[in-house]
């Protein structure tokens, strides 16, 4: 996505991210990790138009998305039953915080 310019918005609280690990498996395997519960989430959040796609248009935010400087996903935010504060961000070398969306 970042090589690309784009940013995915609203990306599913309880599913697993892109090159994220499951504790059981040694290396990620991307969307086979994903659970049958996790895949229908995905599906969901894609046909009910939840996730959002942007395009950046600048050369200075694509640059700052590829040096990892801001997000390329941005999680949704924690429901109220959460106990974070804050959605998951990830970015371009893979990293991933909780200093997204607030509940």
């Given amino acids: 996505l970042g090589k ?9 609280e309880n599913t697993l991210m892109p090159g994220e690990r499951r504790n059981t498996l040694r290396k990620s395997k991307g969307i086979h990790d994903l659970t049958l519960r996790e895949c229908g989430v995905l599906a969901d959040a894609l ?3 939840v996730l959002t796609l942007q395009r950046l248009t600048t050369d200075d935010a694509c640059r700052r998305l590829l040096a990892s400087r801001d997000p390329v996903i941005y999680g949704e935010a924690p429901g109220p039953d959460s106990r974070c504060t804050h959605g998951r961000r990830q970015f371009a070398d893979s990293h991933i915080d909780r200093n997204g969306h607030r509940r």
């Fill in 4 to 12: 690309h310019g784009f940013v995915l918005h609203n990306y599913p």
């Fill in 47 to 49: 046909k009910d138009d």
